[in-house]
């Protein structure tokens, strides 16, 4: 994988929550994540762990490997 | 998701390092992770996060969401 995952990842989970209409404040308060770590994810910042990507895919109601197709 | 998904994606990751007929020492020795962690992730004990991930689903030469099929 040539770019890094963080930023690949980050932009993946930033179009899924768009497609559903939903600011990072949204995503923040149905996932019980915070905005502030939410938000670095996005940015690429953050190396998400397995609980937490599980956690985001079910708020989004998107099976977690869609959060990889990048 | 009702079950732990550390179980799911451990499961996961036995079945395709299997499939590949590697034993957990080979995907440690290829992937550059150490083999007592690999063996946490695939009984289910570790929250693996994104870049060891895709480091694993790289190694196996897998797409990253692969790991998700669960």
Chains 1, 2 share one sequence.
């Not at 930033?14 to 915070?34: D, T, V």
């Amino acid at each position: 994988m040539q770019e890094d995952p963080r930023k690949l990842f980050g932009r993946r989970l930033a179009s899924l929550r768009k497609e559903r209409g939903w600011s990072q404040e949204r995503l923040a308060l149905e996932s019980g994540i915070a905005r502030s770590y939410l938000g670095g994810i996005e940015r690429g910042q953050r190396n998400v762990a397995l609980l937490n990507i599980c956690k985001i895919a079910d708020t989004l109601e998107v099976d977690p490997a869609e959060l990889f197709r990048f």
